[in-house]
């Protein structure tokens, strides 16, 4: 099954752009990319996901490479309720289409 | 939007007690629902997946006989911690898949386990 790496932690200021890498340098041709995050305690929360084209919605963007090895989570204008853990998540093709959770980037924005 | 509900939140029990911990997708079918646990400071591991109607598929390590699963409907599945002993307090998350809107997973909740 694909992994995924993330960095353990990032900061970044309130009303800036959060930008949190994923590397799934093992992916396969018809596995997805999940985001998600999870704020303490609680069970994780969808962002978004993508196979290869550059995806956007209300809550952020999500940039693939062309050779699909790794991702970029863009958070647009950061706010402090957007500190948490955030997963990037290979969606597995086949059979049950369970997901692969990465080790997460802490991310903490500042005031 | 989907939700997906978890009873209890938390629960206390003493060693070799079993446990039962209920999820439920509220307004949607769910044919698949996945069984999940956290350590603090780690990511989820996937423990099982569960098919509603049949038997749960174990991820590699984890004991069947131990982590007891039931999806007897579309919308209720249930994990039994059996003989908990103090190595099992975790937090325990469910997963419920709407086969109608693809595959994306709904999350619950969490329940938070501590056995004493």
């Known amino acids: 099954d694909a992994k995924t790496t993330q960095p353990p932690s990032m900061d970044c200021a309130e009303g800036r752009a959060a930008n949190l890498p994923c590397n799934h340098s093992?992916?396969?041709?018809?596995?997805?990319v999940y985001w998600y995050r999870q704020i303490h305690s609680q069970g994780p929360q969808y962002i978004i996901h993508?196979?290869?084209n550059n995806e956007t919605n209300e809550m952020a963007s999500l940039i693939i490479t062309e050779d699909r090895k790794s991702s970029t989570l863009i958070l647009p204008h950061a706010t402090l309720r957007d500190t948490a853990v955030y997963y990037c998540?290979?969606?597995?093709?086949?059979?049950?289409?369970?997901?692969?959770f990465g080790t997460g980037t802490r991310l903490k924005v500042l005031a | 939007g989907a939700v997906v509900s978890q009873h209890p939140s938390w629960v206390i029990c003493k060693s070799g007690t079993s446990v039962k911990i209920e999820c439920r997708s509220l307004d949607f079918q769910a044919t698949t629902m996945f069984w999940y646990r956290q350590f603090p400071k780690q990511s989820l591991m996937l423990m099982a997946t569960s098919n509603e109607g049949s038997k749960a598929t174990y991820e590699q390590g984890v004991e069947k006989d131990k982590f007891l699963i039931n999806h007897a409907s579309l919308t209720l599945s249930t994990l039994t911690v059996t003989s908990a002993h103090p190595e099992d307090s975790s937090f325990y998350i469910c997963s419920a898949r709407d086969y109608t809107s693809g595959y994306e997973q709904f999350f619950g909740p969490g329940t938070r386990l501590t056995v004493l």
């Open positions: 998540i290979v969606r597995v093709a086949t059979g049950t289409y369970k997901y692969i």
């Open positions: 993508g196979l290869k």
């Open positions: 093992t992916i396969s041709g018809n596995e997805y």
